[in-house]
C-alpha cells in the first residue's frame, strides 16, 4: 500500500499550489480519504476530507474557501487545490485513508508528505 503526495514547493504569499496524491496497492475508489498537515513544532492537523462519491467535503476552517478537495477515482488520486496561501500553511501535507469523519481508520495510511513553504 503506498499513498505518494507531490506537488508541494515554494511559493510567495497569495499564490497557489495543487497538491496530488496517488494511492496504489489497494482500491481507493470507494474510499473516504483526507489531507492533513504538520507545520515545524506542531502536531499534525486535519485539512480536508473527501468521500469516496466526491458529493461530501469537510475542511479545516482556517482553510475554508481557499482550498478545495477533488478526487479522480479512474485514477486512484486525490487532489487539493491551495489557493490565496498564506505563511501559516507552511507544512509538511500528507494524505490518508482511509477516513471516518476526520479520523484515521485503524489500521489506515499515512502518505509520504510533501513540502509546502509560503513566504511573505
Known amino acids: 500500500v503506498q499513498l505518494q503526495a507531490s506537488g508541494g514547493g515554494s511559493v510567495q504569499a497569495g499564490e497557489s499550489l495543487r497538491l496530488s496524491c496517488a494511492a496504489s496497492g489497494f482500491d481507493s475508489r470507494y474510499t473516504h480519504m483526507a489531507w492533513h498537515r504538520q507545520a515545524p513544532g506542531k502536531e499534525r492537523e486535519f485539512v480536508a476530507t473527501i468521500n469516496w462519491s466526491a458529493d461530501r467535503t469537510d475542511y479545516v476552517d482556517s482553510v475554508k474557501g481557499r482550498f478545495t478537495i477533488s478526487r479522480d477515482n479512474a485514477k486512484n488520486t486525490i487532489f487539493l487545490q491551495m489557493n490565496s496561501l498564506k505563511p501559516e500553511d507552511t507544512a509538511v501535507y500528507y494524505c490518508?485513508?482511509?477516513?471516518?469523519?476526520?479520523?484515521?481508520?485503524?489500521?489506515?495510511?499515512w502518505g509520504k508528505g510533501t513540502l509546502v513553504t509560503v513566504s511573505s
Open positions: 490518508a485513508a482511509p477516513m471516518s469523519g476526520i479520523t484515521l481508520m485503524a489500521g489506515g495510511y
